[in-house]
């Protein structure tokens, strides 16, 4: 990969703007948003949740459900992409299909809620490595003292060019999804599958529809926030208009191949008739378990090791797309233009790094002085605005999209315009009622009793809801508001 530079570029308008320049492939650009997506973490989490909680070993199919709608909108999203020159992403595609107040109050959502997942994954870092140190005899430490410590870390590698960062998230994905991958080829094809052989409950409309799809569905859409990203990295691509197209697809290939493939693995190797009871007694340790099962103690020791740098490579990732997001709402002045400098020896957007790093340590420190369960309260609520802000800046990108094409649809098809973009649009409506229904569950809230809000749901729709019409009024007052 070529080092990244800067050059100062001349808008329409005739004033000088810094750009982000770099030379990132299809295959860097894969590596940064599937390492969002925290594979590993995924099939350890979010799996034996909706295993335990939604359609049990119909679970693996509700992947291939959020895959096509996924796809849907990204066949819109990606046709939109020579059309949309910014590297702003959401806030981007929302100002040129809707308008410039509803673009910069979706540029104050999706900082809000990429800030919040950055900060909310430091409540499962740092005890998460607290406890793996414990196992290896290093004495217990409060969890915020390694939490900032890889606030640190992450901060160091933001302030350099894209390409090292890129380096690391590829190392760390690359051995997250072998070791998940040495699980299934031992499952499938050492042992024939589990106790009771492969599960069928991937392709069986009865266990589709059991329990409560829904919920799994809820499970298996917030598997995969981190894939919009790839527009963000817009400046730094190489041929950006063929690059962002490419990687979006393929990321979300990727991981929802991988998601349901390895879902129905760990079905299989647990046995279709218990597996919803093994979950539920053991959702957070049911994934090291089975990799005992099946590559023994070594293997079990693996996983929990990757489980804890995949965590970090999640949260790296989503600190490369929130300094990204700081630094091009500045380059376009709707916050502090210094941020907007880059830096002169690695062309990184380095004060905005800085920047989201001195936020996520305000609210870490936040949580320490409330005293906060780093997981049940930290994590969960922060992890609730993101789950809801970007699945709702999904949406509203959708009718970004369809505003942009309906205005000029480009010699484009009409499945691509107009079909595609509407039924994505559908399906990520049905994902957001979903999300709104079962919100007093992911922020642990009510025993989880659907639509019943307490203060913390109320409060993430009040926030986002906040900043979202904020955008309106700052638009209205400040007038030198420029979207490239």
Known sequence: ??????????????????????????????????????????????????????????????????????????????????????????????????GRGPGIGAAFVALFSY??????????????????????????????????VGLVVVGVLGYFHIEISGRVLAV????EVLIVLALDFAVVFLHGGGP?????GIFNPTDILSGAPGFGILFAILSFIGFEATAIFRDEAKNPDRTIPRATYISLILIGIFYAVSSWVLV????????????????????????????????????QVLFVTSLFACILSFHNIVSRYLFSLSANRVLPHGLSLPHKKFGSPARASITAVVIVFVLIIAAVALQLDPITQFYTWLGGISSVGIVLLLALTSVAVLGIFVRDRHNLSIWKTVIAPVLGLAG??????????????????????AWAYGPFSWGILVILALAFIAGPIFAAIKKDVEVE
């Not at 760390?172 to 051995?175: A, C, D, G, S």
């Open 1 to 98: 990969m070529a080092n990244t530079s800067v050059a100062p570029e001349k808008a329409d308008n005739g004033a000088t703007q810094r750009r982000l320049r770099g030379s990132l492939g299809v295959a860097a650009i894969v590596f940064i948003v599937v390492a969002a997506a925290s594979p590993l973490g995924v099939i350890g989490g979010p799996v034996p949740l909706g295993i335990a909680f939604g359609n049990g070993a119909g679970f693996p199919f509700t992947f291939i459900i959020a895959s096509v709608v996924l796809v849907l909108f990204a066949v819109g999203f990606t046709s939109a992409t020579p059309f949309v020159k910014s590297a702003g992403a959401f806030y981007a595609y929302v100002d040129k299909g809707i």
């Open 115 to 148: 800030l919040a997942l950055e900060a909310g994954v430091f409540g499962l870092f740092g005890p998460g490595l607290n406890g793996l140190l414990q196992a290896w005899g290093v004495p217990e430490v409060p969890w915020w003292v390694y939490a900032l």
């Open 172 to 175: 760390l994905l690359i051995l």
């Open 196 to 200: 009771e052989g492969f599960s069928n």
């Open 268 to 303: 299989s190797a647990n046995g279709q008739s218990t597996v919803v009871e093994a979950a539920a007694n053991n959702p957070g340790g049911i994934l090291a378990e089975t990799t005992v099962t099946y590559l023994g103690k070594v293997g079990g020791d693996i996983i």
């Open 428 to 449: 990520l409506l049905l994902f957001l009622f979903l999300i709104l229904q079962n919100l007093p569950a992911l922020v642990a809230e009510n025993d989880g009793v």
